[in-house]
């Protein structure tokens, strides 16, 4: 059984940073494309970047590329997302994924999402 576990978010004032972290158990770790999306309230899930099994190949959104930062640690099962310079417009629960095939960084759309972790929520005050 796959399970993806998020962890690192909470409630900053703007400026700050946080890592997030997503442990994954259930699959071969480095066999898979990781990512993180988010979902802002009241707003549709947002693709946020993702990373290749081997962790050479990132895809970002563009315009978060400049702040959030997405890695992995294949020794322990492990994706961050470092987000620096957070603003108000980054709360959101944050979602950790796994896309369905490997053979690509690119997610076009939710439905290649193979399995979802169960969130974090990031909260971002003035």
């Known amino acids: 059984q796959v399970q993806l576990v998020e962890s690192g978010g909470g409630t900053v004032q703007a400026g700050a940073s946080l890592r997030l972290s997503c442990i994954a158990s259930?699959?071969?770790?480095?066999?898979?494309?990781m990512a993180w999306f988010r979902q802002p309230p009241g707003q549709e899930r947002q693709f946020v970047a993702a990373i290749s099994g081997s962790g050479t190949t990132i895809r970002n959104t563009p315009a978060l590329k400049s702040r959030f930062t997405i890695s992995r640690n294949n020794a322990i099962n492990t994706v961050y997302l470092q987000m620096n310079e957070l603003r108000p417009e980054d709360t959101a629960v944050y979602y950790c994924a796994v896309r369905s095939s490997p053979d690509s960084v690119i997610f076009e759309t939710t439905d290649v999402v193979k399995y979802w972790g169960k969130g974090t929520l990031v909260t971002v005050s003035q």
């Open positions: 259930g699959l071969t770790f480095n066999d898979n494309v």
